[in-house]
């Protein structure tokens, strides 16, 4: 199973872009997009491709409920 994390689009060149996430930066191709996207824009990444665009107030709720996990499973470590 794969899940896609939302990542935000903060350099766009053509059909490349350098995302973030968690303050993790990568380039991905914007090939496989079928709409625009600029700078601002959520989208989600899969083996090196934007696959989807996502509202941007998904993509920060998706990143919150994912703290939550993250935080959740960091007390159970603890524990």
Same mark, same amino acid.
């Given at each position: 199973?794969?899940?896609?994390?939302?990542?935000?689009? /903060?350099?766009?060149?053509?059909?490349? %872009? @350098?995302?973030? &996430?968690?303050? !993790?930066?990568? +380039?991905? *191709? #914007?090939? =496989?997009?079928?709409?625009?996207?600029?700078?601002?824009?959520? /989208?989600?990444?899969?083996?090196?491709? %934007? @696959?989807?665009? &996502?509202?941007? !107030?998904?993509? +920060?709720? *998706? #990143?919150? =409920?994912?703290?939550?996990?993250?935080?959740?499973?960091?007390?159970?470590?603890?524990?």
């Amino acid at each position: 199973m794969c899940v896609a994390i939302p990542s935000c689009i /903060v350099v766009k060149e053509d059909l490349m %872009a @350098i995302v973030e &996430v968690y303050g !993790a930066q990568r +380039r991905v *191709s #914007l090939l =496989l997009l079928p709409e625009e996207v600029v700078v601002g824009d959520y /989208v989600l990444v899969h083996a090196g491709f %934007a @696959i989807q665009k &996502v509202d941007p !107030a998904v993509g +920060r709720e *998706s #990143l919150d =409920l994912f703290d939550q996990v993250l935080a959740s499973m960091a007390r159970t470590d603890h524990a």
